[in-house]
């Protein structure tokens, strides 16, 4: 569309504000927001009655799993699926993806050889071409012994933007229910009940191996790195203190208020999902995420498994009470500031890369009408009827 491109008549979506008015963009930069006035050489989008956000960030989604793996031990071509599946997320608004794959039950995708390659080749897909902005959020197993080497490869290889302890060993965290943790794996991997048993019991016997001041070594060396650290599912103070100690600076997904408090009042950001936005609560009987925005500890969203969600649980506060301004922020500058990338993309002021989305309703439900990644135009809709 040129190097110049104004989104005109919308409700702009500012950190600090909403405004009614227009978006310019030159060169991939915005360049002013207000009346942008007119131009034979401005490409056009019109915008009223619509709202104009940032392009949302998602900093915790492992959707592509799914999209590689559909049902249990149906394998599609990666490339195929990664393709397909950026198409999906330019048209939900998400314009940077952290993919989260995971070095886990040693399983399909979350084995070793599966993960490094679907790493690698996001690496090489954003460097050749790509619709949206990708990153890698490696989630890493605490008792996956054998992934270390892996997880050590990948940071010096430069393929990470943001790293994750998990501890999903049953009897703890989400899976503190009897039979919880045999339940998931049983429903997500396609093994029965003898197989879960032998998984279960090989679980917890690498748990005793654990080596974690390698853990604290390989941590250090991805903060030393530029990269943010996590933890997840923390469920008690003192697993929150365990997480700090580890560098960690944001909790994912804490399983209840007294926890979340804790870790922002230390100054972690809290992150939680969309989904349970969305749904009402979680699906686990977990923290209500609601509850924590309301509460004030809680200042990130992600998709988590559902990237449709992400937009939907911003106007889904908004309609709560939460400010439209605080709901996207949510979304989009606070994920930005998490990962250090706040300086560039993550909210629509001058001088930021333009990532944009143009945003309207069907029966009061958000739709991405256009998205724009760095200036360019990757995803229109237009509705008929």
């Not at 490409?43 to 959707?63: S, T």
């Not at 049953?170 to 049983?186: D, I, L, S, W």
């Not at 924590?292 to 969203?301: E, P, Q, S």
Request: glycine share 12%; hydrophobic share 40%.
């Amino acid at each position: 569309m040129g190097s110049r491109l104004t989104i005109k008549g919308g409700l702009v979506v500012r950190p600090d504000g909403v405004s009614q008015g227009d978006l310019a963009i030159e060169d991939g930069i915005i360049a002013s927001i207000g009346d942008a006035g007119s131009g034979d050489e401005t490409a056009v989008l019109e915008a009223e009655g619509c709202w104009v956000l940032p392009g949302l960030i998602d900093m915790h989604c492992d959707a592509i799993e799914k999209e590689v793996e559909p049902r249990p031990n149906t394998l599609f071509p990666m490339e195929m699926a990664f393709l397909q599946f950026e198409r999906k997320l330019a048209g939900h608004g998400i314009t940077t993806m952290l993919h989260s794959l995971s070095l886990g039950v040693g399983l399909s995708l979350r084995g070793e050889h599966l993960v490094g390659e679907m790493i690698e080749l996001i690496g090489s897909m954003r460097k050749e071409r790509a619709m949206i902005r990708h990153g890698v959020h490696l989630r890493y197993e605490v008792s996956h012994l054998t992934g270390f080497g892996l997880a050590e490869r990948l940071l010096e290889e430069g393929l990470l933007d943001y790293v994750s302890l998990m501890d999903h060993a049953p009897g703890q965290g989400q899976y503190h229910r009897p039979g919880a943790f045999e339940r998931y794996v049983m429903k997500n991997q396609g093994v029965g009940i003898d197989e879960v048993a032998v998984i279960v019991e090989e679980l917890q016997e690498r748990r005793g191996r654990v080596d974690w001041s390698k853990l604290k070594a390989l941590t250090a060396r991805a903060r030393a790195a530029g990269i943010a650290v996590a933890s997840h599912d923390d469920d008690t103070v003192e697993a929150v203190e365990r997480s700090l100690g580890f560098g960690a600076t944001v909790s994912e997904f804490p399983l209840n208020l007294e926890t979340a408090v804790f870790a922002s009042s230390r100054g972690m950001g809290v992150c939680v999902g969309a989904p349970n936005i969305v749904r009402g609560g979680s699906h686990d009987g977990n923290l209500k995420a609601s509850e924590a925005v309301r509460k004030g500890v809680a200042d990130i969203l992600c998709s988590d498994y559902h990237p449709a969600s992400l937009l939907h649980a911003i106007f889904g506060l908004e309609a709560e009470g939460v400010p439209l301004t605080q709901a996207v922020n949510m979304a989009s500058l606070n994920p930005a500031r998490a990962l250090g990338r706040d300086k560039t993309i993550g909210s629509l002021e001058p001088g930021k890369r333009a990532d944009v989305i143009v945003v309207g309703k069907i029966r009061d439900i958000p739709v991405v009408r256009y998205t724009i990644v760095d200036g360019t135009l990757v995803h229109a809709t237009r509705d008929i009827g």
